[in-house]
C-alpha cells in the first residue's frame, strides 16, 4: 500500500479489525519511510463491474461516484451515514451478483432510486430530478404525485 504522504512503498500493518456489519475489514497502516499513520479499508469485490453511459462510453464503475451522489441527495437530512453506507453496500452488491459484468447507468440509477425512496423521500425527489432530468415543475409534481400514491390502495386513487 503507497503511503498518502510520502509515496513510498514501503507500509506496515499495525492493527485489523472488521467493521460492526463484518462486511469491510479496517486496516491501521504506518508507513516505515516516513512514520506516517493511516487507514484504508478492505471490502470484497464479486467482479469487475462496467457502467454503459448514455451515449454507449464504458467506464469502470466507481463506488465512491456512487456515494458522492447519494450525499449530495441526501445534504442536510436528517439520516445517519452509517444507513447510507449500508445501503451503498448493499446496491453495490446487489449490482456484482447480478450475473452481468456490464450494467447501463439507467439501471444503477433505477436501483439507486428504489433504495432512496425506501430511505427518505426528499433525497428521492433530488435525486430523480437529476436522474431523470427534470425541465419544468410538473416533473416535480408527477414524482410527488408517485410518492404520494404510495400510501393510497389503488382502487381509492384518482
Known amino acids: ?62 463506488r465512491d461516484k456512487l456515494v458522492r451522489s447519494l450525499q449530495i441527495s441526501l445534504r442536510k437530512r436528517p439520516v445517519d451515514p452509517e444507513r447510507v453506507e449500508k445501503m451503498v453496500s448493499t446496491i453495490v452488491r446487489e449490482l456484482e451478483s447480478g450475473g452481468e459484468a456490464e450494467v447501463s447507468s439507467e439501471a444503477i440509477g433505477e436501483i439507486v432510486m428504489e433504495h432512496l425512496r425506501q430511505l ?11 436522474y431523470r432530468d427534470f425541465r419544468e415543475a410538473k416533473d416535480f409534481e408527477a414524482v410527488l404525485g408517485e410518492l404520494s400514491d404510495e400510501g393510497v390502495p389503488a382502487n381509492v386513487r384518482k
Open 1 to 62: 500500500m503507497r503511503c498518502p504522504s510520502c509515496s513510498s512503498l514501503d507500509t506496515q500493518v499495525k492493527d485489523s479489525r472488521p467493521t460492526e456489519d463484518s462486511s469491510v475489514i479496517r486496516r491501521r497502516r504506518v508507513c516505515l519511510a516516513c512514520n506516517f499513520r493511516f487507514t484504508t479499508f478492505e471490502r470484497v469485490q464479486l467482479r469487475e463491474l462496467t457502467v454503459i453511459k448514455r451515449n454507449g462510453r464504458r467506464v469502470p464503475f466507481d
Open 120 to 130: 427518505d423521500d426528499v433525497a428521492y425527489v433530488r435525486f430523480a430530478s437529476v
